[in-house]
Nanobody, 125 residues
Framework: QVQLVESGGGLVQAGDSLRLSCAAS???????????MAWFRQAPGKERAFVSG????????DYADSVKGRFTISRDNAKNTVNLQMNSLKPEDTAVYYC???????????????WGQGTQVTVSS
């Protein structure tokens, strides 16, 4: 089994920064070399939405339009972690942020098999 554990959420003011981390572990993690790791978020009353993703091996990245230029995704192969640096945060970024992994890729939550428990990010105005 594979475990994904997020950390780094919190309460910040608009314009501040936060860095989320996702630690991956489990005996099948060695197969992640062809996986896409992604961050999704879900605000109250809204559907879970793609934020950013990165291909584990080649490092190619993609972002939702709403976060382009403000968020940066990266991975640390040695530590088996995926990070999301969030700058210039806005109140509309408030949500529970989830880390996920998929062999299929894409931006649909349905493509992702492994999920973390989520971490709350709250941005006050």
């Amino acid at each position: 089994q594979v475990q994904l554990v997020e950390s780094g959420g919190g309460l910040v003011q608009a314009g501040d920064s936060l860095r989320l981390s996702c630690a991956a572990s489990g005996r099948t993690f060695s197969r992640f070399s062809n996986y896409k790791m992604a961050w999704f978020r879900q605000a109250p009353g809204k559907e879970r939405a793609f934020v950013s993703g990165i291909r584990w091996t080649v490092g190619t990245t993609d972002y939702a339009d709403s976060v382009k230029g403000r968020f940066t995704i990266s991975r640390d192969n040695a530590k088996n972690t995926v990070n999301l640096q969030m700058n210039s945060l806005k109140p509309e970024d408030t949500a529970v942020y989830y880390c996920a992994a998929s062999s299929r890729g894409g931006t649909s939550p349905g493509n992702y098999v492994y999920w973390g428990q989520g971490t709350q990010v709250t941005v006050s105005s």
